[in-house]
């Protein structure tokens, strides 16, 4: 007659008088996972080769001091590796080229670290345009900035 059975009620006094959860020890905050396809076909060489975030620019910025050299920057310490072949769908042709513990897989973990949902906060997106960094690789107008825009909805 409009009361709950007891399991019912007991529950729900349950959540009623529940104001927070203790993670406990251990919590950690999972991390986005972006599409790794789209970053092999796409960020990588539209953005990491194209704009020579891993040599530098020859005669602009000081030799080895760039992303291939881990010891020359604070994060995104990238590898040289030959370009992932893609097909015109967009995915790698061989998972051979991006395996596990492949430059190409080390480059998309270092990538991904930098990565934000919100592309706009990223420091992928931040640094490169001037923030933080030691020159301006792209400008927030470069065509580059759609590619990080599309990986971060991916």
């Known amino acids: 007659m409009g009361l709950l059975p007891l399991p019912a009620v007991a529950v729900c006094a349950g959540l ?4 927070t959860v203790d993670p406990g020890p251990n919590f950690v905050v999972p991390d986005d996972q972006f599409d790794a396809d789209y970053f092999f076909c796409h960020v990588e060489p539209e953005l990491l080769f194209a704009k020579k975030c891993g040599p530098g620019e020859p005669g602009v910025d000081p030799a080895n001091g760039c992303h291939f050299n881990s010891s020359a920057v604070s994060g995104m310490a990238l590898s040289n590796h030959t370009p992932v072949d ?6 790698p042709i061989s998972r051979a080229q991006i395996g596990a513990g492949s430059a190409a897989q080390g480059n ?5 670290l930098v990565m934000s949902r919100d592309y706009l906060t990223a420091p992928i997106y931040l640094r ?4 933080n960094h030691p020159r301006v690789i792209f400008d927030r107008t470069d065509p580059v900035v759609d590619v990080i825009r599309q990986w971060a909805q991916k």
Do not use: E, I, R, V
């Open 16 to 19: 009623w008088a529940c104001t």
């Open 86 to 91: 893609c097909n015109a769908d967009g995915h």
């Open 108 to 112: 998309l973990q270092a990538a991904s």
């Open 128 to 131: 490169p345009t001037g923030q």
